[in-house]
C-alpha cells in the first residue's frame, strides 16, 4: 500500500500541471521533479502546496510548531498519534547480522530547491540503493539542523537525509550525520554554493555534475528501524538506516545553512515497540 503521503503531493502536482511547466513537492521527503530544460541555469516556480488553504503553515516553532501540526490538518493525524514515528534517540540497540547498503549512486546534475523548510537536491534517476535484494531508488536528499536523529541523547550539527523509494512505493532514508571539521568539504562547496533565496524555486544547473555517493562516509555501517516522515503528514512504514559514522564539513559550510535555516528538527519520537537493529 502506498503510504499516505504519496497520494497527496502527487495530487497537488497534477492539480498544478495546468498552470507551470513542472512541479516539485514541497515535502522534503516527497518526490521531486526537476526541470528538464537545456539551459545551463534554469529556474522552475513550483506551487506553494499549502493543503490548508492559507491557515498557519507548519513549521518548527510557534503557531506552526510540531507540537501543533497534527492539529493543522487531519491528514497530520500520526503526527500525534503514530507509534513509529521519526526521528529517534538511538540509545539500547540490539546487534544482528544485517546486511551490507549498497549504493549504486551514479553522477546527476546540480538541482536546488529551497522549499521553505529545507534546501533539497533533486538527483536524477538512475541511482540506487540495494539492502537485501530490495532495491530503492535515490530520489532527493535534503538537510536539517541540528540532526534530527540523536545517538546517546546527543545530536549533531546537522544530518543530511537522502530518500529513496522503491517500485511498490515504499520509502527508505539513509540519514548521514555532519560534523564540524577542519577542512571544507568540496561536495558542500558544489551543493551549496548557490542556495535559492526564494522558496519553492527549482534551480537546475546543467553545466554542474556530482556524484552523491560523495556525500557518504567510508564506513558506511547503520543502525536501522521502521519510522516514518519527520514532515507532515508524518506518514509511517519508512525503513530508515542511520549511518554511524559522521562526514566532516567546515564551520564555513555549517554557517552558511544555518543562515538559511537556523533550526528544522523535529523533536525527538518515542520508540514505543520499536528495536533498534544493530549490524556491528
Ligand atoms: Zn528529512
Redesign the pocket.
Known amino acids: 500500500m502506498l503510504p499516505r503521503l504519496l497520494s497527496i503531493p502527487l495530487c497537488l502536482c497534477l492539480a498544478s500541471l495546468a498552470i507551470t511547466p513542472s512541479a516539485v513537492a514541497s515535502d522534503?521527503?516527497a518526490t521531486s521533479k526537476a526541470p528538464k530544460k537545456a539551459a545551463t541555469h534554469s529556474k522552475a516556480k513550483t506551487h506553494s502546496a499549502d493543503p490548508h488553504g492559507g491557515a498557519v503553515h507548519w513549521g518548527y516553532e510557534g503557531a506552526g510548531g510540531p507540537e501543533n501540526w497534527a492539529k493543522l490538518d487531519p491528514a497530520n493525524a500520526l503526527c500525534a498519534t503514530g507509534q513509529q514515528q521519526s526521528p529517534i534517540d538511538v540509545r539500547t540497540t540490539y546487534a544482528l547480522a544485517l546486511d551490507p547498503l549498497v549504493f549504486q549512486y551514479r553522477p546527476t546534475k546540480l538541482s536546488v530547491l529551497n522549499n521553505g523548510h529545507?534546501i533539497q537536491h533533486g538527483v536524477d534517476p538512475g541511482s540506487f540503493l540495494e539492502v537485501g535484494g530490495d532495491r530503492y531508488q535515490l530520489l532527493q536528499f535534503?538537510?536539517?539542523t541540528p540532526s534530527?536523529e540523536a545517538v546517546g541523547g546527543k545530536r549533531y550539527p546537522m544530518?543530511a537525509?537522502l530518500?529513496h523509494k522503491n517500485d511498490a512505493g515504499q520509502l527508505a532514508?539513509v540519514?548521514v550525520f555532519l560534523t564540524q571539521g577542519t577542512a571544507s568539504n568540496p561536495l558542500f562547496d558544489v551543493l551549496w554554493e548557490k542556495l535559492p533565496a526564494e522558496h519553492n524555486v527549482s534551480m537546475r544547473f546543467e553545466d554542474k555534475t556530482y556524484t552523491p555517493s560523495d556525500i557518504l562516509p567510508r564506513d558506511q555501517r547503520y543502525w536501522t528501524l521502521m519510522g516514518s516522515?519527520?514532515?507532515p503528514p508524518c506518514s509511517e512504514g519508512v525503513r530508515w538506516f542511520i549511518l554511524k559514522t559522521p562526514v566532516a564539513i567546515s564551520k564555513k559550510q555549517l554557517a552558511k545553512f544555518q543562515h538559511e535555516f537556523s533550526m528544522n528538527a523535529r523533536p525527538i519520537q518515542p520508540l514505543y515497540q520499536r528495536a533498534i537493529l544493530d549490524g556491528q
Open positions: 522534503p521527503h529545507t535534503h538537510f536539517h534530527e544530518v537525509h530518500v532514508v540519514a516522515l519527520t514532515t
